[in-house]
């Protein structure tokens, strides 16, 4: 009901509204935005190796010229992919159990596509699959998305595709034409396929030998973790080729992790660790955010960040002022950032704390901390985020807030 609404919107307004200048604000003005979503690439890849070589090398080079955000966490649930999706461009948290996409792809949004439109932008997906998957076809019409070129859109022959389908340097081979054609200023997210579990790609198209493990799931993971990167780095070749580049700003992010807490043994003998802790399982949730906005430096940043942030974090680069924004997250490049980041599961991390499996851990060392009523707070802050987000959610509660005041 209205009183319900009310006190989330007070909350959002006190707590998770950062409405300090920075000299970031509009930066991206009237820029395209790429999107790429890094289907299953989690952090722990990027600057690290396998047999002495990179696994990432076009990644690793990336960060020198982009904002490479290295504490950046997935908060996705049962809805995997969707879930990415979703929190990126509302703002939301994912549902604790089923996929929202599915489940209240009705409900009234304020989502990153309708803003930008209503700024004059187009607004398109790309993703070489069923349009029906994860009811995205439904969902993205009523986030407001202009166009969706579904696998219909892309020509998939028996050599060009292995394992989910079409391969990602087809993918993004195909969708060029595409690219090029749409009006500008656009806004469009290109969603990869192939480091997707089990992880299968065929020998021509490997690069790095397997890891030798007992997981036959991580072992091969590498090879098409290097396969996405290198697709990546064909697509940067042709955003310049066709100029695309110079006008668009180049966001990369990982959607959620790639490797499940059952290969942990493998993980924690490639990490060179005995175990995987708790505190190690939070610490794999990283995965990679980049901001490559062609022309400007960029830095490592390493405070703490999320999917939520991704939403009022563009708005903000692209100078779009969210006067009645309903945002969980904060904008990343902001002075007043909300001080945790929560999981779906109540998980959290803060600046010097990560608080899992009912036990606080030091941020910086993973030793067990005592608990202190400061900490409780901490974690029923979380809590409540959370709920509130439900909240909105099953009680669709923004149909009753003038989304554009
Ligand atoms: C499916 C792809 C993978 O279209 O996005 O989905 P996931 O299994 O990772 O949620
Ligand atoms: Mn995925």
């Known amino acids: 009901d209205g009183n319900e609404l009310s006190e989330i919107l007070t909350y959002i307004d006190e707590e998770t509204t950062d409405t300090s200048e920075t000299d970031m604000y509009g930066i991206a003005k009237d820029k395209n935005v790429i999107f790429v979503w890094l289907e299953s690439l989690q952090t722990f890849v990027i600057n690290n190796e396998l047999h002495g070589e990179e696994i990432t090398p076009f990644l690793n080079d990336l960060i020198d010229d982009s904002y490479y955000f290295e504490n950046f966490y997935h908060q996705t649930a049962q809805g ?18 089923g996929a929202v996409y599915f489940t209240h792809s009705e409900n009234t949004y304020q989502s990153l596509p309708d803003m930008l439109g209503e700024s004059g932008y187009n607004t398109s997906v790309f993703h070489a699959n069923s349009g029906s998957f994860w009811n995205r076809n439904v969902m993205y019409e009523n986030l407001g998305v202009d166009h969706f070129y579904d696998v219909a859109a ?7 595709q292995v394992g989910w389908g079409l391969k990602d340097k087809d993918f993004f081979k195909q969708s060029m034409k595409y690219l090029t054609s749409l009006e500008e200023p656009y806004y469009t997210r290109m969603i990869t396929l192939t480091n997707h579990h089990p992880f299968t790609l065929g020998e021509e198209d490997a690069t790095l030998a397997p890891f030798d493990s007992n997981s036959k799931t991580l072992n091969y993971y590498f090879q098409t973790v290097r396969y996405l990167d290198e697709s990546l780095e064909l697509f940067f070749e042709e955003l310049k080729a066709s100029g695309e580049y110079e006008d668009s700003v180049i966001v990369l992010m990982g959607d959620h992790y790639g490797i499940s807490d059952f290969h942990d043994r493998s993980t924690a003998s490639y990490l060179g660790k005995d175990e995987i802790t708790p505190f190690d399982h939070i610490q ?9 906005i062609p022309g400007e430096e960029g830095k490592v940043i390493s405070d703490i960040a999320g999917q939520v942030d991704i939403k009022p974090t563009l708005l903000h680069l692209l100078g779009i002022e969210g006067s009645n924004d309903i945002s969980f997250g904060t904008n990343l490049f902001g002075e007043n950032r909300k001080d945790f980041i929560a999981l779906r599961d109540g998980s959290f991390i803060a600046d010097d704390v990560i608080y899992t499996k009912d036990t ?14 400061d900490l409780l707070e901490l974690k029923e802050r979380a809590q409540h985020e959370l709920t509130y987000s439900d909240q909105l959610i099953y009680g669709d509660l923004l149909r009753f807030h003038d989304l554009n005041k």
């Open 80 to 97: 995997k992919t969707s879930d990415s999706e979703f929190i990126a461009e509302t703002s939301l948290y994912p549902l604790p159990s």
């Open 360 to 373: 606080f851990y030091d941020r910086s060392t993973g030793e067990i901390m005592e608990t202190t009523d």
């Open 154 to 160: 892309y020509d998939v022959t028996d050599t060009n």
């Open 284 to 292: 794999l949730q990283r995965v990679p955010l980049y901001i490559h």
